[in-house]
């Protein structure tokens, strides 16, 4: 074989050369080859074979730094080459433990902690943040809504947390309001209302009571300590107020006018009167009835007067107070004229004053009686009680 520049290549034997492409075997000055340069290369790496021949290959890892992650500089290891359980690593800086009960994940500038002791599930709004404070150990309340006040059902808010200036709240049930003039506290289960219209102020003896009773304005009287009979100035007391027994002697003043005492007081007075002009007539021998008056329940004297007018004819004529109509009471209680053959033509009876008691209302009669053989009689009279108590 020739070139261009005329050299030639003699082969007088089968041979086969072999390398890589673009490589030159420079023969130099030419001559024979050496044994040496035909050496055993079964003891050499082919590159083919991409360093599947070498003899050992831990050995030439070793050799070349391969096992020293060091002497890696560039490129990432893939996820497949690193072992799935790593210890005495740390991760970003943090380091993470295994620990009897759950794990620690440790690290920071300033090294902090978190041990999981229970397997827990966090969730929240990103960038929210749970502040623990001093530690511990979350309560029940931590996991309630305490922002909605029905949800805090134990303990004492402190006064310090209760706003100094309330509006719209009731205290123990009571509702308290500001007016345009002093204020008002109301409530109660019957609801009542107390109104301060000025400034007071109020003292007494422990657990005494001011009834006012029916309510209204306080009079001057009121300030007044009428338990001294001195201080009572002006009216009347009520017979009804004095003492029903006393030991010592109590003067009454009357009245200095024409007025009537009340009814059920003492001194009241009940009358009844049948004029002579309204007179009327009567059965000879018969009680009858001349006028009556009703009274209420007390103690009472009453007194009588009857009038019989005849023609010349009354032989007897009787009068008294009773408590039974048309008849006269027991002799003891009547009056009476005399029984004689002279006729008389009139006859006036005063019946003696009598006590009348009783514990409910009843009515006391004034009754008349004559006799005469004949003609005609009429009758006439008044009968009047007093309360005694």
């Known amino acids: 074989m020739s ?39 079964s003891n050499y790496l082919l590159s083919a074979n991409n360093l599947s021949d070498v003899a050992s290959v831990s050995t030439s890892r070793s050799n070349l730094g391969a096992d020293n992650a060091s002497n890696l500089i560039s490129g990432t290891v893939a996820d497949a080459r690193i072992a799935s359980a790593l210890t ?63 949800n805090i059902s134990s303990g004492t808010l402190a006064d310090a947390r209760i706003a100094s200036a309330l509006t719209g709240k009731t205290y123990n049930d009571l509702s308290l309001t500001s007016n345009a003039t002093g204020f008002s506290v109301a409530g109660g289960t019957a609801s009542k209302s ?80 049948v004029l002579y002009a309204s007179r009327f007539g009567i059965t000879t021998t018969v009680d ?6 009703t009274l209420t329940a007390g103690d009472w004297d009453v007194s009588g007067y009857s009038f019989i007018q005849g023609n010349a004819n009354l032989a007897y004529s009787v009068g008294g107070l009773s408590l039974i109509n048309n008849q006269l009471p027991d002799p003891a209680y009547r009056s009476s004229t005399a029984d004689s053959p002279a006729l008389s033509t009139e006859a006036g009876l005063a019946c003696s004053t009598r006590r009348f008691s009783s514990a409910s209302t009843f009515t006391v009669y004034l009754i008349g009686f004559a006799t005469f053989a004949t003609g005609t009689a009429q009758v006439c009279g008044s009968i009047n009680a007093r309360r005694v108590r």
Do not use: C, H, W
């Open 288 to 293: 009858t009835t001349v006028t009556s008056i």
């Open 3 to 41: 070139g261009v520049s005329g050299k030639t290549l003699g082969i007088r034997q089968n041979l086969a050369i072999d390398g890589n492409d673009g490589a030159v075997l420079n023969i130099a000055a030419g001559g024979t080859l050496g044994s040496g340069a035909f050496a055993n290369t």
């Open 88 to 150: 005495g690593k740390t991760y970003n800086a943090l380091s993470l433990t295994s620990n009897a009960t759950g794990f620690s994940v440790a690290g920071g500038t300033a090294s902090k902690s978190l041990t999981m002791l229970n397997s827990l599930s966090l969730s929240g709004t990103d960038a929210s943040t749970l502040n623990i404070g001093a530690g511990g150990s979350l309560v029940a309340s931590a996991f309630t809504d305490t922002t909605n006040a029905s």
């Open 194 to 273: 107390l109104t301060m219209l000025n400034s007071l102020s109020l003292s007494g003896t422990d657990a005494s009571t001011l009834n006012i009773g029916a309510g209204g304005s306080l009079v001057a009287s009121a300030f007044t300590n009428t338990t001294n009979a001195s201080n009572i100035s002006s009216g009347t007391l009520a017979g009804a107020r004095l003492p029903s027994a006393t030991t010592s002697s109590l003067a009454l003043l009357g009245v200095v006018d024409n007025s009537n005492a009340s009814a059920g007081f003492v001194g009241e007075f009940v009358e009844s009167v």
